[in-house]
């Protein structure tokens, strides 16, 4: 697995490039065509549109590039009909498309999904170089290898050119993607894209995958979407929806219909965003979580005293009910000898803590000290960034929904939360309870980004640009929170509640018909992230 993720190499199941290979194939009868793939793998596309009859005997050359030798050679030995060459070219392709002067036909395959931490060097160099020669500003600069393939075969192609990938469902979702989505509607006549209800490649577990065939000329201009139900019965029933290209939400709205769309736009524009009502910033990140976030079983076996160590709360599961990090609950986390007390060590001298001592000789023992991020540190076992506890958490990973939660102890958090601190004038019951409404929820769905298992997850700035109809509530309307958002009924009935007192507070003329339509969107996009 470690090896897969180091190359990047998930091979597209025979069905899908079939397909792919086959629908590209019929924008462009009636031509001689030249072809790249940049990262060949197996060579099922090679395979596939070489051997695709709807070209007919129109003179096809395919140029095929891989950096792996094995693969290569494989690709070389594929028997193609005698009208159709192929090149195979043993390479990395970011050196390649570096020298590279022609032009295709047709870019299409899997470009490899590789994170800058298993890219080298020379590979970072290369990418930043690409963002630079399309004048794209990446959130961030190079995050993942396949936008940097994307953009290089963006580059290759012809006047009427088409590239056609098969791509990780983050294109669609991540901000550092969004400069992309915004050159391919530029750069292109007509985006198509596919999405999938299953899981195409079951050994990348997280991510979900989309296909999108871009086309430099078209008579039917404009973003289209097409949802695929069983990708072993891909080419069933293609019927593709224009979506509006123009929308400031993500493309994963595209499941909306065009009044859905703006219904959200015009609501969420007027509304004030949660970086307007706080601050947050992200949980502690200790590196190692088992070794220094400890039980109080462990605490008394090494002596501790209560100056070297904070309650810490790990992952949202510890608030099993409810939305309230209460007194009683960490006195309950502690009593069952649950880890949740991180070690706070900086400018502590050990050596007068004999037993600690072993401790982080033990440590040492399991290599934690070699591990990148404790290397960064001064000590290796001194845990940066702890601060004063939040009046607020939010959990960035969500399943139901998200988990906003009122924190009345001293208890920090990990990373799993952000640590949310309302602004003078701002109530933390009122703000926690505000965020409970389909509007807010709603953007989250489209603002976040989800993986395979269906688990939804917001970054700082995601978290921070959510609209928020803030208003001032009452002790008992913070009180029937927690019970309702144990019961999937009750909480249907507090969105009911809540969207009609708060969405009405700030828009006294929405319609009873607009209010429904909102917990309409919310539960179409729950219900696509969650496959039901």
């Known amino acids: 697995m470690v090896e897969q993720k180091r190359t990047g190499s998930y091979y597209t199941p025979p ?10 194939s019929r924008k462009l009868i009636g031509k001689e065509i030249s072809v790249l793939e940049p990262s060949a793998g197996d060579g099922v596309f090679v395979s596939e549109i070489g051997a695709c009859q709807l070209l ?14 094995t693969e290569a050679g494989k690709i070389e030995n594929i028997h193609v009909p005698n009208h159709v060459s192929i090149t195979v070219v043993n390479e990395d392709f970011l050196n390649y498309q570096d020298c590279c002067t022609e032009k295709f036909d047709l870019v299409i395959g899997n470009p490899p999904y590789i994170k800058l931490s298993y890219l080298t060097d020379s590979q970072i160099r290369i990418c930043k170089n690409i963002n ?8 961030s600069g190079v995050k993942n290898i396949w936008s940097s393939f994307l953009l290089s075969s963006i580059r290759l192609l012809k006047n009427d050119g088409i590239v056609a990938f098969v791509l990780p469902a983050e294109f669609l979702q991540v901000n550092y993607a969004k400069p992309i989505r915004d050159l391919l509607l530029r750069e292109f006549e007509r985006v198509e894209i596919l999405t999938f209800n299953e899981l195409v490649f079951e050994q990348c577990k997280g991510q979900d995958t989309v296909i999108v065939i871009a086309e430099r000329q078209s008579n039917e201009k404009g973003l289209f979407f097409h949802n695929v139900s069983n990708f072993n019965r891909i080419g069933d029933n293609i019927t593709f929806v224009k979506h509006d290209s123009y929308s400031s939400l993500k493309w994963t709205s595209h499941v909306l219909s065009k009044e859905q769309v703006n219904l959200l736009e015009k609501l969420s524009g007027q509304l004030p965003s949660i970086s307007e009502l706080c601050t947050s910033k992200t949980g502690i990140v200790s590196a190692a979580n088992n070794f220094f976030i400890i039980n109080r079983e462990t605490i008394e076996d090494l002596e501790i005293p209560n100056f070297l160590y904070k309650g810490i709360i790990q992952k949202s ?19 069952r000898n649950t880890p949740c007390y991180l070690l706070s060590l900086s400018g502590i001298n050990i ?28 000590r290796w076992f001194d845990v940066p960034g702890i601060s004063e506890s939040s009046p607020v958490l939010f959990f960035k990973r969500s399943h139901k929904c998200p988990r906003f939660v009122l924190n009345e102890t001293d208890f920090l958090a990990t990373d799993s939360a952000y640590l949310v601190y309302p602004k003078l004038g701002v109530d933390p019951r009122s703000l926690v309870f505000c965020f409970y409404n389909s509007l807010t929820l709603a953007m989250a769905e489209i603002q976040g980004r989800y993986y395979g298992g269906g688990v939804l997850e917001l970054t700082p700035s995601e978290f921070k640009g959510l609209p928020l109809p803030m208003s001032e509530i009452n002790a008992e309307d913070f009180d029937n929170l927690s019970g309702a958002l144990s ?3 009750e909480f249907a009935r507090l969105l009911e509640k809540n969207d009609s007192k708060l969405l009405r507070h700030y828009f006294p ?3 009873h018909h607009e209010l429904k339509e909102l917990a309409n969107i919310r539960e179409q996009l729950v219900n696509r992230r969650q496959r039901l």
């Open 15 to 24: 069905v899908i490039a079939k397909f792919l290979c086959e629908h590209v």
């Open 56 to 69: 007919g005997t129109q003179a096809l050359s395919i140029t095929a590039i891989e950096i792996s030798n």
């Open 132 to 139: 630079s020669a399309f004048d794209l500003e990446l959130v």
């Open 317 to 335: 599961s510890l608030v099993p009910k409810g939305n309230v990090v209460s007194n009683e609950l960490v006195t309950d986390l502690a009593e």
């Open 351 to 378: 050596a007068s803590f004999p037993k600690l001592v072993d401790y982080i000789k033990y440590g040492e023992s399991l290599s934690l000290n070699e591990r990148y991020k404790m290397q960064k540190r001064n």
């Open 487 to 489: 019961s999937d009924q």
């Open 509 to 511: 003329d929405i319609s």
